[in-house]
């Protein structure tokens, strides 16, 4: 079993796509002009594919795995 894993996002990146929330709800948060709210966060081991996904959806490679 995978074990749980960090993410960050260069907030500073971030065009407020959305592209990430909608890829994978609930692991990323947006404010309500659609920017990446939180910089860095836990991803539990079951939704590290998901958040996964979520990365290779942000068009300006701004999300990245911190571990
Ligand atoms: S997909 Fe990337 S650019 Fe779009 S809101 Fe998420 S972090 Fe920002």
């Keep these: 079993m995978s074990a749980p894993r960090q993410i960050h996002i260069e907030l500073e990146q971030c065009e407020g796509h959305g592209l990430c929330a909608a890829t994978a709800p609930g692991i990323y948060d947006l ?37």
């Design 31 to 67: 404010d309500d002009d659609g920017f990446a709210l939180r910089q860095d966060f836990e991803v539990s081991s079951e939704l590290v594919s998901d958040a996964e996904a979520g990365i290779g959806a942000c068009p300006m490679s701004a999300i990245r795995w911190a571990s």
